[in-house]
């Protein structure tokens, strides 16, 4: 149920919408006058607000153009006994979310509150889903040290190129960053980006997630899939850790880059394909190869381009910067302001040991922003950064 506020100068039409709303098992709140139906609007939340437009002192149009200059997001639901059309058109154009005429009736006042609580609880839904998604959206590549400048250079030129590249570095340096990068500056940027997690997919099942499988194929195909390649047709197909791709799976890739065609596990027929592959590392390959753990001819197939991404500790005058940018990021996706970090914090970052690379740093930052209450300092990182 929903906390209700009526702003009315008439004792009556209160009692009789309390009445109402209370029968229904909402909890209301009263205001007198215009004044006092503001301050506590700023004070308290509520799923909804009746408002009467006649008011002495401030009335309720002005009640309703100073809430949405304040940036309340209570709905209203204006009423009225003197107002016509005109009023009523006013009112809608300055955010009101119904009108209502006295003298009320009630199957009028249920639906306009119901209808008016739905869209308050879309709203909110939308929030969430927006920041979720800008959550799981890969963000932008930030940085201006010298070693990150040299990857980026690097990104530019090849971009708009068909080479294949091949992308190495640590865990949480951002590799699928780069990848991102090189599609959107290609010629291919308005097909998709496939991405595929090698060492997520178990290797009984990469080559079905790779190449898609005929109905009947094995005990749970029950109808035919299209697999990666066919998904970024005339697009990009990421291949993350490709270095924990099976065998088997390899010399599959290894002939759908020389023939630019698949076939479908189960299946008899060749399929043309039209897909530019990245493929992205944390492994040595070179040493891979000597171990038998990759094909030496696949390798060279990937790697006609290679991009080695700078580790963190290689890159620690991006420190403040990607610091900066993940504390307006995060506060964002928590619905709070931005919290101040002072120099001798960011310069204690600096000094860390960043195993986990730029992931590594946004949880620490996320950290910092739920566990410091005010200005995030040097004493706040020295005991959160690294939690014994």
Not at 177 to 197: D, G, Y
Not at 219 to 229: D, E, L, M, Q, R
Request: glycine fraction near 6%; aromatic fraction near 4%; include cysteine.
């Amino acid at each position: 149920m929903a906390k209700i506020l009526l702003i009315d100068d008439e004792r009556p039409i209160r009692r009789s919408l309390r009445e109402i709303l209370e029968y229904e098992g909402h909890t209301v709140e009263e205001a007198e006058n215009g004044k006092e139906g503001l301050d506590k609007l700023t004070s308290d939340e509520f799923q909804a607000c009746f408002c009467d437009i006649k008011m002495a002192g401030m009335d309720g149009m002005e009640v309703l153009k100073t809430s949405k200059e304040k940036e309340i997001e209570t709905p209203f639901i204006m009423i009225s006994g003197h107002a016509n059309i005109d009023t009523a058109v006013e009112a809608i154009k300055m955010g009101a979310f119904d009108f209502i005429e006295k003298p009320l009736e009630l199957n009028r006042i249920l639906v306009s509150l119901k209808n008016a609580m739905v869209r308050k609880d879309l709203e909110e839904e939308t929030k969430v889903l927006r920041r979720q998604v800008r959550k799981e959206r890969p963000g932008s590549i930030i940085g201006k040290s010298q070693a990150l400048m040299d990857v980026l250079e690097m990104v530019d030129r090849v971009a708009p190129t068909e080479a294949r590249v091949l992308i190495t570095g640590e865990n949480g340096s951002g590799k699928e960053l780069i990848a991102r990068q090189l599609h959107e500056k290609s010629s291919r940027t308005k097909a998709p980006f496939i991405e595929v997690n090698c060492a997520a997919i178990p290797s009984e099942l990469i080559e079905s997630e790779l190449f898609g499988h005929e109905k009947g194929a094995f005990t749970s195909a029950i109808k035919t899939k299209k697999g990666k390649f066919e998904q970024a047709e005339a697009g990009t197909l990421f291949l993350d850790e490709i270095g924990d791709m099976s065998l088997s799976a390899q010399a599959k890739v290894l002939r759908a880059l020389q023939e630019n065609k698949i076939n479908r596990v189960g299946g008899e027929v060749d399929i043309k394909v039209n897909v530019r592959v990245l493929a992205a590392t944390n492994k040595n390959l070179v040493e891979e190869i000597k171990k038998g753990n990759f094909r030496e001819d696949l390798y060279h197939r990937l790697s006609v381009i290679l991009i080695h991404l700078p580790g963190l500790n290689d890159r620690r005058d991006d420190i403040p910067l990607l610091t900066e940018h993940f504390i307006q990021l995060i506060c964002s996706e928590y619905g709070i302001p931005p919290k101040e970090i002072s120099g001798d914090a960011l310069k204690t970052l600096q000094e860390q040991n960043w195993t986990g690379n730029i992931r590594e740093l946004r949880n620490i930052v996320e950290r910092l922003i739920i566990l410091c209450p005010k200005e995030i300092d040097k004493t706040s990182v020295l005991k959160y950064a690294n939690p014994k």
